[in-house]
């Protein structure tokens, strides 16, 4: 089976972001099955796109780059008219997988996608204006070509088949999975980081984008309080590149962050997160929407409690192993920061087993055999 898979995503940059990070692990998982053959898309070559080897860097017999010899944005502008098909430049396909929502035009392939959230549909508030409508047509017109639609959550997949439900029977659930990278550090490793990054006293965590949708102003607004009534002598640490409604988020942090109570690291390094989350008093995740929600289970794959949303989607990802609350209740998320911080780690072996239920590997297997469906 010939498979061709668009990795553009990875091409040109070294910080990652969850669509990026989903098909840098899928894609290696399915490269180390060493099934079928594949056609690896990274776009149009030149030293800055050449930072995708970094990922793969030995392929398997039978995977191959295919690069594109029109530069992106001719390339671009050529496939709003739908030409040239990916098998102009990859050679025939038996499957054209899209790994982050919108692919190019495939002729003959038989065309998977997978969906990460609807955010832009049930939040279009979230978005520069005209983004979120063009997003909704956009994907409406991908699910129309696609033979089969990869869902990383069955809360994806509910909003996926209530948005359009003529395809509900393309859609299928893989979930996404810690990287093998995610586990419990150890003293030296968490003691080395905390020196370097100058984390000097006991700290709540929040890894992810700086983003209106991640409801960081209460869990900010909950911590002042905290620290203001003089319950908690605990940090807050914030580690994520600033997104849309980020100014909003860091005016909120300014106070505490002159005094001291509040650091914002901006990018966190891959190789530092499992530290980072390691010797976390508490991992907080209080979005108020997700389509999988991947830090928390990081988190927990490192043996960090997490304190997360009560929403369908992070209630399925972590089931019993997180404490929940009312994103929208500051009093609730300050009394459950303090709880948590009383129970000292508490068990953190059922949070490990929990994540170790996830794997990129039993996802590959998974979307493998989607592939074998369509072809």
């Known amino acids: ?34 099934c079928g053959e594949y056609r690896l898309f990274p776009g149009y070559r030149r030293l800055r796109n050449e930072s995708v080897f970094r990922y793969f860097p030995e392929l398997p017999a039978g995977a191959a780059w295919t690069w594109s010899p029109i530069p992106g944005r001719l390339l671009d502008q050529a496939w709003r008219f739908g030409w040239p098909p ?28 997978t969906v990460h959230d609807l955010s832009f549909k049930r939040c279009p508030g979230w978005f520069p204006p005209g983004v979120a409508e063009k997003r909704g047509r956009m994907l409406g017109g991908v699910l129309d070509q696609a033979r089969a639609v990869i869902a990383v959550s069955r809360f994806t997949a509910e909003e996926i088949v209530d948005c359009w439900p003529q395809h509900a029977g393309k859609v299928r659930v893989i979930h996404e999975a810690p990287g093998p990278e995610f586990r419990v550090p150890t003293p030296r490793e968490t003691a080395a980081l905390r020196q370097r990054l100058c984390l000097d006293a006991p700290y709540y965590l929040y890894v992810g984008a700086l983003e209106a949708r991640k409801n960081i102003q ?49 990018y966190a390094e891959p190789q530092d997160l499992p530290a980072l989350y390691g010797s976390a008093r508490v991992v907080c995740y209080l979005s108020w929407y997700e389509g999988f929600g991947l830090p928390p289970l990081e988190a927990m794959a490192c043996g960090a409690p997490v304190l997360a949303s009560r929403i369908p989607v992070l209630q399925e990802v972590l089931g019993p192993h997180a404490v929940y609350v009312n994103p929208a209740d500051q009093g609730e998320i300050a009394s459950a920061l303090v709880d948590l911080e009383s129970r000292e780690r508490g068990d953190a072996s059922s949070r490990l087993a929990w994540a170790g239920r996830y794997s990129w590997d039993t996802a590959a297997r998974e979307t493998f055999r989607v592939f074998s469906e369509v072809a």
């Open 86 to 113: 990916m098998e102009w430049i990859t050679g025939p396909l038996d499957v054209f997988f899209e790994p982050d929502f919108f692919p190019p035009p495939v002729k003959f392939a038989a065309l998977v996608t």
């Open 218 to 266: 209460n869990l900010i607004g909950a911590f002042m309080r905290l620290r203001q009534g003089g319950k908690t002598d605990t940090g807050l640490v914030l580690a994520g590149m600033p997104g849309l409604g980020a100014d909003g988020i860091l005016a909120a942090a300014s106070k505490g962050i002159g005094l001291g109570w509040i650091r914002w690291l901006g």
């Open 1 to 34: 089976m010939r498979i061709g898979i668009d990795v553009r995503c990875l091409a040109g940059s070294t910080r990652l972001g969850g669509g990026s990070q989903y098909t840098r692990h899928l894609v290696a998982a399915l490269l180390r099955m060493d």
